[in-house]
């Protein structure tokens, strides 16, 4: 009984992840390229000839810059010009610290020139809001990047209530089908019943004997009443 409920819970969770599974499959196969041309610039290298940060033209450079939003699993493609000239390079500051960490996507090189767009682009997988920045000028040039998250993902905070949800009610449901109540003792008519057989006592050990008579009858017609809705 207990393996059943066991297995019915296995295969419940592994539809739910499974379902999960495919649909991010899904949202990953419908992530497309977003291009975007930003424009960098920290106001020369003495930082005096302003607009300083970042624009999508050359125009409407501002600080903080503008704010990108993607979807989750989006190819974001850059292509960046330094509007005054200087070095820059993009990075997505995940933990927010300035500088480039580990597994936050960035330029590998800076880049510098203001006619000639430098394409560079990463693959969006994690969900959230950051801060992207330049690099160099991590203070002056930076802004907002949005990444919606695709789906709403399992995290192990549902799965563990769905797993306690779908065990007690499985176990509820079979032990209601299947009951499974042992047949009740039933008390013999020995010795100890037996009041003894004077003439005195002989009223009360048939009173005893036709007791237990009822009794065990009753047991026994109430536990072939479970046996019979049980199957
Ligand atoms: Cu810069």
């Known amino acids: 009984m207990t ?34 041309t930003l424009y960098g610039s920290t106001g020369g290298i003495f930082h005096q000839t302003p607009p300083i940060g970042w624009g999508f033209s050359a125009a409407t450079i501002t600080t903080p810059g503008p704010t990108i939003t993607i979807n989750q699993y989006d190819y974001l493609n850059l292509t960046l010009y330094s509007e005054d000239g200087e070095h820059h390079q993009f990075f997505v500051d995940y933990n927010n610290d300035s500088t480039i960490d580990p597994g936050d996507p960035a330029m590998p090189t800076t880049f510098s020139s203001s006619t000639v767009g430098t394409v560079w682009g990463f693959n969006a997988t994690r969900s959230g809001t950051f801060t992207y920045r330049c690099a160099i000028h991590p203070s002056m040039m930076y802004g907002t990047l949005i990444v919606v ?17 779908v065990t007690v009610v499985a176990s ?24 003894g057989y004077d003439s005195k ?31």
Not at 173 to 193: C, F, G, Q
């Open 201 to 231: 006592n002989i009223i009360e050990w048939m009173k005893n004997r036709e007791t237990l008579l009822i009794r065990n009858f009753a047991i026994l017609k109430r536990y072939n009443g479970i046996r019979n809705k049980g199957h």
């Open 3 to 36: 393996g059943k409920i066991i297995l019915a819970t296995i295969v419940v969770l592994l539809i739910g992840i499974s379902a999960a599974s495919i649909r991010i499959q899904e949202a990953k196969a419908a992530a497309t390229t977003v291009n975007i």
């Open 172 to 195: 509820v449901a079979y032990r209601t089908k299947h009951s499974t109540k042992k047949m009740p003792s039933i008390p013999y008519l020995n010795k100890t019943h037996d009041a």
């Open 149 to 165: 998250q695709a789906v709403a993902e399992f995290s192990p905070f549902l799965i563990l209530p769905l797993f306690i949800i």
